[in-house]
């Protein structure tokens, strides 16, 4: 890959997926909504950064703008709220912008000059296992990853014979901020996610070497497994889940 945007790239997989490809040589645009840690980045490793908030359309063409020809777009940008339906309006919100939006906002802004091109173009959307799965303990963070992956789906199923390459990364647990900090200490499943949760650098390297025609990334193996018993016996699934879930809250 000759040039890479990452966003969310300040730090987490973000950052550790920028490290890696510019490593690997290519030219790497870092951005994140914390322009310091941007910046920081992007100096570690001899790229460009540019802020960008991705649930706002202007950023999102401004930055797609100001990276030039992209060979690989890493819409990598996510945000994760504790909560159930009771979760404040703007805060589902927000998390539908990030997590959501920002991938449209994308491919509004990239698929004019990339489908169709003469050398194929790739988009690499981080959902989460979440959006295969769920997330216990975090209802807008399961709605809105599983709208994520299906966008990527969407987009897979829609224009790959035009030279699109869609990938899908759906890791559990990450040694992250969203993980280990605020908000994800109230998810119920943080301290489960935790117990085999994989450094960024690990995660970074598995995409670097899955950059082929795979549409699932899936950094821990034993989520395929878990795809298939979900969609073969939703109600054990589904009941299996809720054993889960009476036990972070102490019931029989």
């Not at 997926?17 to 490793?45: K, L, Q, Y």
């Not at 790959?160 to 900090?181: E, F, N, S, Y």
């Not at 989520?223 to 889960?244: E, H, I, Q, S, T």
């Amino acid at each position: 890959m000759k040039r890479v945007v990452v966003t969310g790239a300040g730090g987490g997989i973000g950052a550790a997926m920028a490290r890696r490809f510019a490593a690997d040589g290519a030219h790497v645009v870092v951005s994140d909504i914390d322009a310091d840690s941007a910046a920081a980045v992007a100096a570690e490793i001899g790229g460009v950064a540019v802020a960008a908030d991705v649930a706002v359309e202007q950023d999102v063409r401004r930055l797609v703008e100001a990276a030039g020809d992209i060979d690989l777009f890493c819409s990598n940008a996510g945000v994760l709220t504790a909560g159930d339906e009771n979760t404040p309006d703007h805060l589902w919100e927000r998390d539908y912008g990030v997590n959501v939006l920002s991938h449209v906002y994308v491919t509004r802004a990239l698929l004019p000059k990339w489908l169709d091109s003469e050398t194929p173009k790739r988009l690499l959307i981080t959902v989460s296992a979440a959006g295969l799965l769920t997330l216990l303990g975090s209802a807008s963070y399961s709605v809105t990853k599983h709208a994520a992956l299906a966008y990527a789906e969407w987009l897979r199923a829609t224009y790959a014979h035009r030279g699109l390459i869609v990938q899908a990364l759906c890791p559990q647990g990450v040694r992250t901020d969203m993980l280990t900090g605020g908000n994800a200490r109230g998810s119920g499943s943080a301290a489960l996610l935790a117990e085999g949760a994989l450094e960024p650098s690990a995660v970074a390297d598995l995409v670097a070497e899955s950059l082929d025609e795979r549409f699932l990334i899936l950094p821990h193996p034993e989520v395929a497994d878990y795809y298939r018993l979900r969609a073969a016996d939703p109600d054990r699934w589904l009941g299996g889940m809720n054993k889960m879930q009476r036990g972070f809250e102490g019931v029989r």
